[in-house]
């Protein structure tokens, strides 16, 4: 609630009490208020426009510099504003005709910044605090119900639109998807060709079986995983621990394939084969985590 100073008077007054002050107390002369949160002088009806002015919190902010004060949280402010909005929405139309009477006592509604929002507690305020007949303003409730419907409907709209946009736009998405991943798909390729050339390698005969479970896995063909494990454990008198020797052995994998780093895929499938290997391999003795050549 905004509150004014009488600049010529001095008495504090409430906003929605102005015009009663200067019918009474100060009656025969302009209106001339002063708000007292921000200090802001008012003459004649320019008042009417003061709806909410800064805290008390902010006016002395902005007198310090390293103070910053904080908004106040009100839930209701949005919903107060919106119903103002309807409020002058209604006085700037041509639509409902407003009589006289209906049309002063908008213009009273919206010098008031705290009006009620459902049909009792309105009818109420507007008898007793602004002094409208119970009648008119059942008549004035019925022009703010229609106003607030035909909003309600527009809003409803909008966001149905809105939403028909982005599922469209959703829909347009998926369907190109799966072409711009084929082409990106066949750019990498592409790429890929161009920058690591495959190598011709020597053709080396491996065991039918072998060759099945290796085209199987992923894995080079000619990389021999026993004589590489036995070399590199053979040269650790005391035993190699597990992890290091797969560290090793990846790196002599990687440098066998002409590649900086393996893949994913290939990474897993390498370490079921490393695992694998180690299991079989009979010069191999594993106690714990250490790797040892078998006695």
């Known amino acids: ?15 929605p009490a102005v015009e009663k002050h200067y019918q009474t107390r100060c009656r025969g002369n302009q209106k001339n208020v002063s708000c007292m949160d921000c200090l802001k002088d008012f003459y004649g009806e320019d008042y009417v426009a003061h709806t909410k002015c800064i805290s008390e919190a902010q006016k002395y902010a ?24 309807i409020i002058r929405a209604i006085l700037d139309s041509s639509e409902y005709k407003l009589t006289g009477p209906v049309r002063s006592a908008f213009q009273k509604l919206q010098s008031v ?6 049909k009792a507690k309105f009818e109420n305020f507007v008898a007793n605090c602004i002094k409208i007949p119970r009648q008119q ?16 409907e527009a809003k409803q709209a909008e966001l149905a639109r809105e939403k028909a946009e982005k599922e469209q736009q959703k829909k347009e ?5 799966p072409a711009k991943k084929k082409a990106e798909k066949k750019h990498q390729k592409k790429d890929a060709g161009e920058e690591a050339p495959p190598k011709k390698k020597a053709k080396v005969e491996v065991p039918e079986d072998a060759a099945a479970e290796e085209s199987t896995n992923g894995i080079s063909n000619d990389f021999d995983w026993p004589a590489q494990l036995t070399k590199l454990v053979a040269k650790e008198a005391d035993g ?3 992890e290091k020797l797969r560290k090793k052995l990846l790196k002599k994998y990687t440098k ?22 180690l299991k079989l391999a009979d010069s191999l003795q ?3 985590d250490v790797v040892k050549i078998a006695s």
């Open 1 to 15: 609630m905004v509150f004014f100073t009488c600049n010529i008077c001095g008495e504090s007054v409430k906003k």
């Open 62 to 85: 902005s007198q310090n510099g390293s103070f910053s004060a904080k908004e106040p949280r009100n839930k209701n402010a949005q919903k107060q504003e919106s119903w103002m909005d």
């Open 113 to 118: 910044d705290n009006v009620p929002r459902k």
């Open 137 to 152: 303003a059942a008549q004035v409730w019925d022009i703010l119900e229609k106003e607030m419907n035909k909003m309600k």
């Open 173 to 177: 998405a998926e369907q190109e998807a």
């Open 240 to 242: 190699i621990f597990v």
């Open 256 to 277: 066998h394939l002409s590649v900086e780093d393996l893949t994913e895929k290939q990474a897993k499938k390498f370490q079921k084969r490393f695992d694998k290997q």
């Open 286 to 288: 594993v106690d714990g």
